[in-house]
């Protein structure tokens, strides 16, 4: 692969070259030569060239035509490429033979936006080792009643392990970002933490209690639809007040919530 790329501020590209941090990702990546990994925004390949010789099969999901040429050319075996927006891309359609690994430095841009589409097909994948920008890590990794709780926070710890790999400055890549960044390791649990009777209501709910973090549990939910009837029935149900902020609500509690919504008729 080309080093004479220039980097697109549109894609969000920074590439990767500190060898540190690529090590730090590839043993957390906990690779097997029969595994089968994703990579979204390849690049110049700093973990591509490393990635695909160690493994059965590498996917890798290029938004810029030029790369993604390049890596068409390449000469590693085993190497699919799939041209184009990795949120728009349809999953489902080419990684039809689970489990995944997913590696990768994620454009900050998109950061967030990818995760929720990982959770949407979470049975595609065993891990994920990823980079965030480090202010992202730390709301994926943060506890219920702290500012940096939220909808990530709470869907990534539902059906995740969520570990600290390494943090990463911005002198780890090319151009330099203005901000520090984080690898972080996901472990897909055999079971969720709570039971979850209807998983896309859950997140509906789970949206729905960060939608206005101002207001109380009970304000928030019915301003993004839900019936008052139904909120009030469900919290009596869970002993769950609803002069709370949804902050302060632990996953057990939000799956207590959205299991009591789904008894009471709600459903997605």
């Given at each position: 692969?080309?080093?004479?790329?220039?980097?697109?501020?549109?894609?969000?590209?920074?590439?990767?070259?500190d060898q540190?941090?690529?090590?730090?990702?590839?043993?957390?990546?906990?690779?097997e030569?029969?595994?089968?990994?994703?990579?979204?925004?390849?690049?110049?390949?700093?973990?591509?060239?490393?990635?695909?010789?160690?493994?059965?099969?590498?996917?890798?999901?290029?938004?810029?035509r030029?790369?993604?040429?390049?890596?068409?050319?390449?000469?590693?075996?085993?190497?699919v490429v799939?041209?184009?927006?990795?949120?728009?891309?349809?999953?489902?359609?080419?990684?039809?033979?689970?489990p995944?690994?997913?590696?990768?430095?994620?454009?900050?841009?998109i950061?967030?936006?990818?995760l929720?589409?990982?959770?949407?097909?979470?049975?595609?994948?065993?891990?994920l080792?990823?980079?965030?920008?480090k202010?992202?890590?730390?709301r994926?990794?943060?506890?219920a009643?702290?500012k940096?709780?939220g909808?990530?926070?709470?869907l990534?710890?539902?059906?995740?392990?969520?570990?600290?790999?390494?943090s990463v400055?911005?002198?780890?890549?090319?151009?330099?970002?203005?901000?520090?960044?984080?690898?972080l390791?996901f472990?897909?649990?055999?079971?969720?933490?709570?039971?979850?009777?209807?998983?896309?209501?859950?997140?509906?709910?789970?949206?729905?209690?960060?939608?206005?973090?101002?207001?109380?549990?009970?304000?928030?939910?019915?301003?993004?639809?839900?019936?008052?009837?139904?909120v009030?029935?469900?919290?009596?149900?869970t002993d769950?007040?609803?002069?709370?902020?949804?902050?302060?609500?632990?996953l057990?509690?939000?799956?207590?919530?959205?299991?009591?919504?789904?008894?009471?008729?709600?459903?997605?």
């Amino acid at each position: 692969m080309t080093q004479s790329h220039r980097a697109r501020k549109r894609f969000g590209q920074n590439f990767l070259r500190d060898q540190n941090v690529i090590r730090a990702i590839v043993a957390a990546a906990q690779l097997e030569p029969d595994d089968k990994v994703v990579e979204i925004g390849p690049g110049h390949g700093a973990l591509t060239h490393i990635l695909a010789p160690a493994v059965k099969q590498m996917h890798l999901m290029e938004i810029d035509r030029d790369l993604a040429a390049a890596w068409d050319a390449s000469t590693h075996a085993g190497v699919v490429v799939y041209t184009g927006d990795a949120l728009q891309l349809k999953w489902e359609e080419f990684l039809c033979d689970p489990p995944y690994k997913l590696v990768a430095n994620l454009p900050y841009n998109i950061s967030s936006q990818i995760l929720f589409k990982v959770i949407e097909h979470r049975e595609l994948f065993s891990a994920l080792v990823l980079m965030f920008q480090k202010e992202v890590a730390q709301r994926l990794r943060a506890q219920a009643g702290t500012k940096n709780y939220g909808i990530l926070t709470v869907l990534c710890q539902l059906w995740f392990d969520v570990e600290s790999v390494i943090s990463v400055a911005p002198q780890a890549f090319t151009p330099q970002p203005k901000v520090d960044s984080e690898v972080l390791r996901f472990t897909r649990l055999e079971q969720a933490r709570a039971q979850v009777d209807d998983s896309r209501l859950f997140i509906r709910v789970v949206k729905a209690a960060f939608a206005q973090r101002r207001k109380t549990l009970r304000n928030t939910l019915q301003s993004q639809g839900f019936d008052a009837t139904a909120v009030d029935a469900a919290a009596a149900q869970t002993d769950i007040d609803l002069k709370r902020r949804g902050e302060t609500l632990d996953l057990a509690e939000f799956a207590a919530l959205s299991n009591a919504l789904n008894q009471l008729g709600y459903s997605t």
